[in-house]
């Protein structure tokens, strides 16, 4: 705060600060020491040959001007008194204000420290159902490489038999190429018929022989194609269903990824309110050191007040004994102007 901060907030407080009551107070001892020095030299430098008269004089003038002055001593004191009241007032204001921030601190602590083992409770949680999935996704990714691994060996199985078929295939195609062959040669040899019937017939039972063979591969081949369309249809099945298997992975970890999130999105308000504590805890540090501050500065002030109480009774009592030792010296002086008279 600026210094002229602080002055209008004293003014709103309807207490004067400690240096403007310094400056207040040490004037009025100043004051008062000098008016009785003033009285004290000019008790002890009157005169010996005063008339009755004068002391009389005298004697009231000295009685005005001290009741006067234990007027002004009481209005300063109720004052000062005032002062006091209003500053214990305000002191009691601060204690209030600091215990209750002090309670509203330690709630704040309390709540912070549930928040924080809930906090614990629910990324401890989180750990064991992320162990559970992971151990879950793995053991279902090792049972959908397996499979994989299954249908690749079968593949390559279907493979090795289509390979073979193949081979069927080109023999049946060299077998046709030769019967070309021998029709062609039983066309040579048309002149010699009995040798060509001979060979036609044992050509025909070949051929029948050949039919029946091509017939039975080409039964074995259609077969194996029903087999390998089957296999495909389950080769696609199966490629479906992993494809859903990894929707529904990627899913499960867009779920995991968004509640990360979301814890980092708690740790970071978490963090943020720490700081809020932190922050709280330095203003109320530094409102203790200044009510401490504030305690030493009054405790100061109830010193000089009790030491100037202590000059004030000094001062009366030393009045009481000037004025009695003046009274006895006027006895004195009438019971001598008496005797003189005598």
């Known amino acids: 705060m600026e210094p002229t901060q602080k002055t209008e907030s004293w003014k709103n407080l309807s207490i004067r600060p400690p240096e403007i009551l310094k400056s207040e107070m040490l004037p009025l001892t100043s004051r008062l020491q000098s008016k009785e020095n003033i009285r004290i030299e000019a008790n002890y430098c009157r005169p010996a040959s005063t008339t009755f008269k004068q002391s009389n004089n005298e004697t009231y003038r000295n009685l005005s001007s001290n009741t006067r002055d234990d007027g002004l001593f009481d209005q300063k004191l109720e004052l000062i008194e005032s002062k006091l009241n209003e500053i214990n007032a305000l002191k009691t204001k601060l204690q209030s204000s600091y215990q209750l921030k002090k309670e509203t601190l330690r709630r704040k602590e309390r709540e912070f420290q549930k928040a924080e083992q809930d906090f614990k409770k629910k990324v401890f949680s989180f750990d064991e159902e992320r162990n559970k999935w992971c151990t879950h996704i793995s053991l279902k990714l090792k049972e959908i490489k397996n499979k994989e691994n299954e249908l690749e060996n079968e593949r390559k199985g279907y493979i090795d038999q289509i390979d073979k078929a193949k081979k069927i295939e080109e023999v049946f195609f060299r077998l046709q190429d030769d019967i070309k062959q021998r029709n062609m040669r039983m066309d040579e040899f048309e002149a010699n018929y009995d040798k060509r019937e001979q060979i036609l017939l044992e050509n025909e039972e070949k051929l029948t022989m050949k039919i029946e063979d091509i017939a039975g591969y080409e039964r074995r081949i259609i077969d194996f194609e029903q087999k390998l369309i ?20 990627m899913k499960t970890a867009n779920m995991f990824e968004k509640i990360n999130d979301q814890l980092k999105s708690e740790d970071k308000y978490v963090k943020m309110q720490n700081e809020v504590n932190e922050k709280n805890h330095e203003r109320l540090k530094k409102e203790e050191t200044r009510l401490k501050i504030w305690e030493k500065h009054l405790l100061n002030i109830q010193k000089e007040i009790e030491t100037r109480e202590n000059s004030l009774k000094n001062t009366k009592e030393q009045r009481k004994n000037s004025f009695l030792t003046e009274s006895s010296d006027e006895c004195n002086f009438q019971e001598f102007s008496v005797r003189t008279s005598e």
């Open 230 to 249: 089957e296999k495909e249809r389950n080769l696609e099945d199966i490629a479906e269903i992993i494809e859903r298997k990894q929707e529904d992975i």
